[in-house]
T-cell receptor, first 114, second 109 residues
Framework: DTEVTQTPKHLVMGMTNKKSLKCEQHMGHRAMYWYKQKAKKPPELMFVYSYEKLSINESVPSRFSPECPNSSLLNLHLHALQPEDSALYLC?????????????FGPGTRLTVL | EDQVTQSPEALRLQEGESSSLNCSYTVSGLRGLFWYRQDPGKGPEFLFTLYSAGEEKEKERLKATLTKKESFLHITAPKPEDSATYLCAVRAAGNKLTFGGGTRVLVKP
């Protein structure tokens, strides 16, 4: 099973709202990722967690706050977003081994900021 | 800096018309080249991982090959359901993928 699940599928929020995106995998992967994707562009890396510790933050604004409660779960907390933050937010997971590092993506959360 | 360039940007094919997509890359110490298929509004679907030059992998009408500078995704006798954006990505040291811009494929019946 190579399934990564994400909730919600769609989210509409105002600029003053606080919301969270959730991601879950049960493949025993120890690396988890958040990406942002705009229309007709490739995914853009935001954060990487390796063994539940934040290992990469691609200079993402503080209005995005990641959290990894355990090895299967990844959250992205959103606060005071801007309309330009509207995008498809993708979660992915992978083994953290040189010989086995394929990232498997979830279906994404379509976020609209009004 | 790692770079990935995909060509063409868009490809229109008739059903049954075979073609190839190109992914050229520059990376220090390749630790994997990945092909994904993405339908509009959905997450990328994993297709292939290639690790070393000369490696080839096949799945249904798709075949991926790898050289030291580029990878090709061959689509043999495509069907309309093969219409999608195909993404290529490379990984060097660490967990970061560098993506190309993608090739949008449209297969007409």
């Amino acid at each position: 099973d190579t399934e990564v699940t994400q909730t919600p599928k769609h989210l509409v929020m105002g600029m003053t709202n606080k919301k969270s995106l959730k991601c879950e995998q049960h493949m025993g992967h120890r690396a988890m990722y958040w990406y942002k994707q705009k229309a007709k562009k490739p995914p853009e890396l935001m954060f990487v967690y390796s063994y539940e510790k934040l290992s990469i933050n691609e200079s993402v604004p503080s209005r995005f706050s990641p959290e990894c409660p355990n090895s299967s779960l990844l959250n992205l907390h959103l606060h005071a977003l801007q309309p330009e933050d509207s995008a498809l937010y993708l979660c992915a997971s992978s083994q953290d081994l040189p010989s086995s590092n394929t990232q498997y993506f979830g279906p994404g959360t379509r976020l609209t900021v009004l | 800096e790692d770079q990935v360039t995909q060509s063409p940007e868009a490809l229109r094919l008739q059903e049954g018309e075979s073609s190839s997509l190109n992914c050229s890359y520059t990376v220090s110490g390749l630790r994997g080249l990945f092909w994904y298929r993405q339908d509009p509004g959905k997450g990328p679907e994993f297709l292939f991982t290639l690790y070393s030059a000369g490696e080839e992998k096949e799945k249904e009408r798709l075949k991926a090959t790898l050289t030291k500078k580029e990878s090709f995704l061959h689509i043999t006798a495509p069907k309309p359901e093969d219409s999608a954006t195909y993404l290529c990505a490379v990984r060097a040291a660490g967990n970061k993928l560098t993506f190309g811009g993608g090739t949008r494929v449209l297969v007409k019946p």
